[in-house]
């Protein structure tokens, strides 16, 4: 049985996680396109809001109930009008307990990261999470990787090494070490999701994070919620609704068109995170970030060429039934 599981946060996440669906036609794939570009788009909003939400007084603790509270509709108006609400049903609570409990811990060091960090160096450091995710399925999952998947991984962690700017860099240390703390916490969520997806489908795994995550949130909330004026509230909804729509279309993506067609489109998200960095914060990038990303984006691009590669190899050389 194929995995299949939804990423939490970053749509870059996904590449890792699901198998290919079957090739569709190809206006299909324009529409997955599409809803990738939808998502990638909803993501980096999120991140903006996050910052400047944070930059308003707002709490972390405040930042993940908000975010969970204000996307539990968007999720629920999904599965209403989806797969309904018989496929939130679950034989493995003890399972989405475990992968709530990583993902709630990913999440705050990822909206940590995002209010210490400029826009565009917290985002190209999180897309090293397919990086971890590599690592971690060899260890955890005793998955087979190749050669040149490791060659990938070794040439995406000196990218990453690079963008931290070790040295010389103006970056708050902290800042760097909860990205990549956030980072290597995604690539863990990865590998918990592909153990977990073999039995669980999409909009059970969403559903139950979303409300464990509103759950544990709201019962820390009274003790660090402030009040806040009508402009902060609207970045709190503007988060939740950007967060749960960039979810849905970033499963729903993966449903009209392959993983190789989409994914390359996630990293669309580093150029939003760099528009929205200069545009509201007045903030430009160095050299490193740069060419740190570019080598991240290298490396998972090539790692999914590669597989591409490697499926259809092992689909021609199978003998017809």
């Known amino acids: 049985m ?4 939804n990423a939490a946060y970053a ?32 993501f980096g ?16 603790v405040e930042l993940v109930f908000a975010r969970t509270l204000f996307a539990l509709p968007v999720v629920a108006a999904w599965i209403t009008a989806g797969p309904g609400w018989r496929s939130v049903r679950t034989s493995r609570p003890a399972a989405h307990v475990t992968r709530a409990a990583l993902g709630l811990v990913s999440m705050s060091c990822t909206f940590i990261a995002l209010t210490l960090l400029p826009l565009a160096d917290a985002t190209t450091i999180g897309f090293s ?58 690539g863990g969520v990865t590998v918990t999701l592909r153990q977990i997806g073999a039995t669980e489908g999409v909009a059970a795994t969403v559903f139950w994070f979303t409300i464990a995550c509103l759950v544990v949130s709201g019962l820390i909330a009274p003790f660090y919620w402030q009040a806040h004026d009508s402009q902060t509230w609207g970045l709190l909804i503007a988060m939740g609704l950007a967060g749960g729509l960039g979810q849905i279309a970033n499963t729903g993506s993966l449903r009209l068109a392959p993983v190789a067609v989409v994914v390359p489109f996630d ?11 200069w545009a509201l914060w007045n903030a430009v990038p160095g050299v490193a970030t740069i060419a740190g990303g570019g080598l991240i984006v290298a490396s998972g691009l090539y790692t999914l060429w590669r597989e591409q590669r490697r499926r259809r190899a092992l689909v021609s050389a199978a003998p017809e039934l």
Request: a positive charge; charged letters at 10%.
């Open 45 to 60: 909003m999120m991140a903006a809001i996050i910052k400047l939400a944070a930059e308003r007084g707002v709490s972390l």
């Open 11 to 42: 749509p870059h996440h996904t590449a890792m996680v699901f198998p290919d669906p079957p090739v569709r036609p190809a206006e299909r794939r324009l529409a997955g396109i599409a809803l990738r570009l939808t998502a990638v788009t909803a």
């Open 129 to 186: 999470a397919p990086l971890f995710a590599t690592f971690l399925s060899a260890l955890v999952l005793r998955e087979q990787v190749g050669r040149h998947r490791w060659l990938c991984v070794a040439i995406g962690f000196v990218g990453v090494g690079i963008a931290m700017q070790p040295g010389g860099s103006a970056l708050p240390p902290a800042g760097l070490a909860v990205a990549v703390t956030a980072a290597f916490l995604a």
């Open 267 to 277: 990293y669309f998200q580093l150029l939003w995170a760099l528009l929205l960095g």
């Open 2 to 5: 194929p995995f299949r599981a």
